[in-house]
């Protein structure tokens, strides 16, 4: 037998003595009763529960299909600031001129932003500019090539900059920490001029750890 049927026997056994005892007992029983859970609210608590894990799942937290357009709208607002930097500050105009092509490239050789005639390049054409910046001077026997084209290296800057002549044209290229800033020229714009626009938009990337 249970405590707890004992101690309902005890109670029962000491009512049988007088009516005031019985009223006890009653009172007993009915406390008794009525503080048990009624079973139909269990399954509530439960409900409760598996809701409160559903709101605390990983897969509430993010819906992976809007954080992926997330990332690639930061990317399209990435690319059209860069592009901002090419058609504003690469094409501006300079006593009347403007370079005929410009691009940021990466220094891994992807682009970041260019114009619209900018000249394809090969891959190895940017691998032959890094090593001029890491070994100045390892261009000058074979020339500068971009996008097919063969540039006369001239003074530049070792380790800074790289400049090339071809005609009454040429190309000037500024590395900064992580890119590659390129302008080609051809008259009636000046070297000097070139000079000018991609090597200060390069000294201000510099600046912003660019």
Request: net charge positive.
């Amino acid at each position: 037998m249970s405590q707890l049927q004992r101690g309902r026997s005890l109670v029962w056994q000491i009512a049988r003595q007088s009516p005031s005892c019985l009223f006890l007992y009653s009172i007993f029983l009915f406390f008794f009763f009525f503080s048990i859970p009624e079973p139909s609210s269990l399954p509530l608590q439960s409900r409760h529960s598996q809701k409160a894990r559903r709101k605390s799942s990983p897969a509430s937290i993010g819906n992976p299909l809007r954080e992926r357009e997330r990332e690639r709208v930061q990317s399209l607002k990435t690319k059209m600031s860069w592009q901002a930097y090419v058609d504003e500050h690469l094409l501006c105009e300079i006593d009347g001129n403007r370079l005929t092509a410009a691009a940021i490239l990466g220094q891994d050789g992807s682009v970041w932003a260019q114009s619209a005639n900018f000249s394809q390049f090969k891959p190895e054409e940017i691998v032959a500019i890094n090593k001029d910046f890491e070994e100045p001077g390892t261009l000058a026997p074979t020339g500068l090539f971009l996008g097919g084209t063969k540039y006369m290296v001239i003074q530049g800057e070792p380790g800074a900059v790289i400049r090339g002549k071809k005609g009454s044209g040429g190309v000037t290229v500024k590395k900064t920490t992580q890119a590659l800033i390129i302008g080609i020229y051809d008259e009636p714009m000046a070297p000097g001029q070139c000079n000018i626009i991609v090597e200060r938009l390069g000294d201000y990337l510099i600046d912003q750890g660019l």
